[in-house]
């Protein structure tokens, strides 16, 4: 089974910072991965696909990157409506598997 | 408006039986994979289960419920179900029907979990 690792799993950070968050998978899934934002009480909501494809809708600040083992999500200047957790996931094998999670607080 | 709305959930014994459902609309549900993903409480996500567009093609679960539950879907009434046999405490989740797309690029295809319902609570407990 592919392991995807996430770090930090907590982050705190202010309106207006450049923040990155990584997801490692534990053996290479080509561009196989995508980022989910999720509020609390609320179903996860998809941000990236393919690694580094913006989905229809969501704001042009979050980017993502990366290909085999190493990916990177980035949102290049907070909001307050992007304090959330963040999941990365792997979509090149079954079983599928997500990360850990990272929680983006307000500083 | 494509929308899946879950049902089914609630409070069962260890060793007991649960029935999910997941209704859809807004899409043509026969084109589509679909998939269950669960979030215990506090906790992270986790995949379930996938079934391909016809059942025919593939059926995949987590190891953790293998033998356990079953995965179905009616394309006729536009429904997803999740069938919880041999409950154990640590099943206690939210339970999430997902749409499956797929995006067709130059070299290779891409799936993502693209729509979710708002999910169904599954306790089991004593």
């Known amino acids: 089974d592919i392991q995807l690792t996430q770090s930090p799993s907590f982050l705190s950070a202010s309106v207006g910072d450049r923040v990155t968050i990584t997801c490692r998978a534990s053996q290479g899934i080509s561009s196989y991965l995508v980022w989910y934002q999720q509020k609390p009480g609320k179903a996860p909501k998809v941000l990236i696909y393919?690694?580094?494809t913006l989905q229809s809708g969501v704001p042009s600040r979050f980017s993502g990157s990366g290909s085999g083992t190493e990916f990177t999500l980035t949102i290049s200047s907070l909001q307050p409506e992007d304090f959330a957790t963040y999941y990365c996931q792997q979509l090149n094998s079954y079983p599928l598997t997500f990360g850990g999670g990272t929680k983006v607080e307000i500083k | 408006e494509v929308q899946l709305v879950e049902s089914g959930g609630g409070l069962v014994k260890p060793g007991g039986s649960l029935g999910l459902s997941c209704a859809v609309s807004g899409f043509t549900f026969s084109d589509y994979s679909m998939n269950w993903v669960r979030q215990a409480p506090g906790k992270g996500l986790e995949w379930v289960s996938s079934i391909s567009s016809s059942s025919t093609n593939y059926i995949y679960y987590v190891d953790s419920v293998k033998g356990r539950f079953t995965i179905s879907r009616d394309n006729a009434k536009n429904s997803l179900y999740l069938q919880m046999n041999s409950l154990r405490a640590e099943d206690t989740a939210v339970y999430y029907c997902?749409?499956?797309?797929?995006?067709?690029?130059?070299?290779?295809?891409?799936?993502?979990?693209?729509?979710w319902g708002q999910g169904t609570l599954v306790t089991v407990s004593s």
């Open positions: 997902a749409r499956e797309m797929m995006i067709v690029g130059a070299t290779r295809a891409h799936y993502y979990f693209d729509y």
């Open positions: 393919a690694a580094s």
